[in-house]
């Protein structure tokens, strides 16, 4: 994804609001009550990568294996990555070059590598083999999609290219993990990911599209749905309601939407879609919150067809809060570290912005109410 080119564009709303002129409209007076935070890990930083959707989903794994009882793990995105990036190229050169191949991906990106190949704790792959204490995939990814396009070039592939390729990760990324120890016991990276008792197939995306039917699914239409993975579709109102479903009875939920809006601001700890055409003038002190668009399915197809809402960015929904008006709020985990704002890397979105921007979310089955459950067949 294009996170660490997009941070930019989240400046501060205060700037925002006086080149719109629309007074009062400042973030920084917001005051949340937190009303509930699922036991999560520390945030991480993705650093100068496009890799938030395994950083993501990874903090989301890490969740759901507390809640189901384990001890906490810090576990390697970079190996997800390093998979990804294999299965990548596969698809690239089968589409002779006519798909997507970047540093984005999906929340079924883990969940797929995680089926495919296990996991592994942090400790065991850091994928930083190339001279730096940060992630920086500007080169490798120029040196891997390089590398690829000059096979396509020679149109008849040696029956060695994938060595090759492989043996570019194992430079910038380090080698290919096939057995650790840890805590005393030597795993493979299968056998580590049965020892979690996490089950891939308990795990599905979610969307709101009236392009497609509901209550069926569908390969959803963006880049970086490189796999071309079903979700399923559901009414804008249901999709709500699974994440407060989720949220309310202890799931956690991984978000994939769009952060490059003037209403999000991870320096202030807010994401908002503020209504422009209401003046904030006249609201009291205590009331003092930026009011916000009313968003229909429809105003929601429509960012989504016209580009306005585009698939730049995942995060993990940890919590909930309500800001001075009583509005809720998700309380959201991001990856940028916890130097990134005075909230330690997190930050509180409305559910107005999750209702427009949300382009797709992965939960536990277990965490859909039983009336959607039974509308999808599951």
């Avoid at 804008?236 to 956690?252: K, M, P, S």
């Avoid at 009291?284 to 960012?303: G, M, N, W």
């Avoid at 409305?350 to 599951?378: C, F, G, Q, W």
Wanted: with cysteine.
């Amino acid at each position: 994804m294009k996170l660490f080119q997009r941070y930019i564009l989240s400046v501060s709303f205060i700037l925002f609001a006086f080149l719109i002129s629309v007074s009062a409209q400042d973030l920084s007076g917001y005051k949340f009550t937190k009303v509930k935070e699922i036991k999560n890990t520390s945030v991480k930083n993705q650093q100068r990568t496009g890799t938030c959707w395994s950083f993501a989903t990874t903090s989301f794994i890490e969740s759901e294996l507390i809640r189901m009882g384990k001890e906490p793990l810090d576990l390697a995105e970079m190996f997800f990555v390093r998979h990804a990036y294999i299965k990548k190229a596969e698809n690239y050169i089968r589409f002779h070059g006519n798909a997507n191949f970047s540093q984005g991906g999906q929340a079924h990106d883990v969940m797929n590598a995680v089926r495919l190949y296990g996991v592994v704790p942090q400790e065991v792959y850091q994928g930083l083999n190339y001279g730096s204490d940060i992630h920086n995939h500007s080169e490798l990814s120029s040196v891997l999609k390089g590398f690829l396009d000059g096979l396509l070039k020679n149109q008849v592939l040696s029956p060695v290219w994938e060595k090759a390729y492989d043996a570019i990760l194992d430079v910038y990324l380090g080698d290919e993990v096939i057995s650790f120890n840890y805590k005393g016991r030597a795993y493979t990276p299968s056998e580590f990911a049965i020892s979690t008792v996490l089950d891939p197939d308990d795990y599905l995306e979610l969307t709101s599209y009236t392009h497609a039917p509901f209550y069926s699914t569908f390969i959803l239409e963006v880049p970086d749905n490189w796999s071309f993975d079903k979700y399923y579709n559901l009414p804008l109102d249901e999709l709500i309601q699974v994440i407060d479903h989720a949220l309310d009875n202890g799931y956690t939920v991984c978000w994939d939407g769009d952060v490059s809006e003037k209403g999000f601001s991870h320096s202030n700890g807010v994401a908002v879609v503020p209504d422009m055409t209401i003046s904030m003038e006249d609201v009291p002190a205590s009331q003092y919150a930026v009011k916000e668009k009313i968003i229909t399915q429809e105003l929601r197809q429509e960012s989504f067809t016209n580009y306005s809402t585009t698939d730049d960015h995942l995060m993990h929904l940890v919590g909930t809060a309500t800001a001075q008006n009583g509005q809720r709020f998700y309380l959201t985990k991001n990856s940028w570290g916890t130097e990134s704002n005075n909230m330690g890397g997190k930050l509180y979105m409305s559910v107005p912005y999750a209702r427009l921007h949300t382009i797709a979310v992965m939960v536990h089955k277990d965490a859909l109410p039983e009336d959607i459950k039974e509308k999808l067949n599951l």
